[in-house]
């Protein structure tokens, strides 16, 4: 069941609190493309560090690049995406709307007398379906003409495969290993939603590995435990996480298998990251193509071959939205409503609050010392406005696990509250004691 009512109030919450805009709100926002703010680019950062330190600097078999959003268009042509990247699609000629010609809610066939267009409910007004493709096109230099049509690059992927031979060669690497991005990509998406699940314009953090053919089941299988391995870890819920293998009709017509993680949103099991054997054909492709020879030769055991491909593709909106809608909850307490981002302290961009009960009688500048202390081991934020009580609240919404409270006790005998967000108790902890006691919770 979708609980579309969550959604809204995540939304509401995201914009509320700084995690995330409409692009272009002032003048009426842009269909599903979205801008993260203060909290937003926070939480989003820090998944994506966690991602490259995990696939890059723990691993010496995986090198990183940062390759260019623009690329040579015959990357396109051989990928595939020039001619197969498409999406059936039927006009409106009275309003204009442009629907999939799968839209549910077409009654009736496009292009007949008797089809009814779903917006503005006439009938005869839909065209019959044509083929669209999902690329975003513009042109290179100052002639607007087919031989400087670029695309913006619909996944981050290619620009991997291109440069496979100059990473091998420059970083001394052998097969197997691995090249890991992150970047943006952008598709020309018809039906568009769910909040940031599914935009125009979206980040991609992809890892392409390279094996000898034959070694690739063996790798296939040991990234599909190691990614699901991984979002365990970061705190998501286990028990909304699963697995979901394509079946033979799903496969891209290249693979040889995948699977997708997927995430138990509010509106429904959905995949946020793809595990893909690409097989051969990518590399084959572009040799194919460019006339450049991107086989691997073994020299020590005298072979020569063309790389699989085992791919692991993950959004990183898609994480951030995982990470929100994971962590949001909504409570009563002995009769009080309050709404928690229960988020890990690893993924929180706040872990400690440092709040004076009430603006006088030194205790703003007795926080303001602790905060100064504080900041320097955590991530930490100082908060004297308003009535306490709001002050907890809108901790409560950003997700920060710890508020230390200065009050009229502290300046008597060096004791400070410190409040849980989840459990809500607090411990009355002496303020020489306050870094130990939040290393004990929060890890050095
Ligand atoms: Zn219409």
């Known amino acids: 069941m979708a609980d579309t009512a969550l959604m809204d109030k995540l939304v509401s919450l995201a914009k509320r609190r700084g995690f995330v805009f409409q692009s272009s709100e002032i003048y009426g926002g842009v269909g599903s493309v979205w801008d993260y703010g203060p909290l937003g680019v926070e939480l989003k950062n820090n998944l994506k560090e966690r991602w490259w330190r995990s696939m890059v600097h723990e691993r010496d078999d995986i090198e990183g690049i940062d390759a260019a959003i623009l690329m040579h268009s015959e990357v396109w042509e051989a990928s595939g995406h020039v001619s197969g990247f498409t999406d059936p699609l039927v006009d409106c000629k009275t309003c204009k709307n442009r629907f999939r010609s799968d839209d549910a809610r077409i009654k009736g066939e496009p292009g007949q007398p008797d089809a009814q267009c779903p917006v503005c409910g006439n009938k005869g007004t839909l065209t019959e379906p044509r083929m669209f493709n999902l690329m975003f096109k513009t042109f290179m230099g100052p002639v607007e003409d087919d031989a400087s049509v670029v695309y913006l690059r619909p996944e981050t992927a290619q620009g991997i495969y291109v440069n496979y031979l100059n990473v091998m060669q420059a970083a001394r690497q052998k097969i197997p290993f691995g090249i890991a991005q992150i970047g943006k990509a952008f598709r020309n998406e018809i039906t568009p939603g769910n909040f940031t699940f599914r935009t125009r314009e979206f980040e991609q953090m992809e890892m392409q590995f390279f094996v000898k053919p034959g070694d690739d089941d063996r790798w296939f299988d040991e990234w599909r435990e190691l990614r699901m391995q991984w979002h365990k870890d970061l705190g998501i819920t286990p028990e909304k996480l699963r697995f979901h293998q394509h079946a033979a009709d799903e496969l891209a017509h290249y693979a040889k298998d995948g699977f997708d993680i997927e995430y138990q949103f509010p509106f429904g099991w959905q995949e946020f990251e793809g595990i893909h054997n690409r097989t051969d054909y990518d590399l084959s492709r572009h040799q194919e193509c460019s006339g450049k020879k991107l086989g691997y030769v073994d020299t020590v055991n005298n072979e020569r071959y063309v790389p699989y491909i085992v791919e692991t593709s993950l959004g990183a909106d898609r994480l951030a939205l995982v990470a929100m809608v994971d962590a949001y909850r909504e409570e009563e307490i002995s009769g009080d409503k309050r709404v928690v981002m229960a ?64 009050d009229g006790q502290t300046l008597d005998d060096n004791t400070v509250t410190v409040r849980d967000r989840d459990t809500l108790e607090q411990d009355r902890v002496g303020v020489d004691q306050l870094l130990a006691y939040l290393a004990e919770r929060l890890g050095e």
Do not use: H, W
């Open 343 to 406: 988020f890990s302290p690893q993924i929180s961009r706040i872990n400690v609050g440092v709040l004076p009960l009430v603006k006088e009688d030194g205790m703003p500048e007795f926080a303001r010392r602790i905060y100064d202390d504080v900041r320097l081991q955590y991530p930490a934020f100082y908060d004297a406005g308003g009535a306490i009580g709001r002050r907890y609240r809108r901790q409560d919404e950003v997700g920060t696990p710890y508020g230390v409270t200065v």
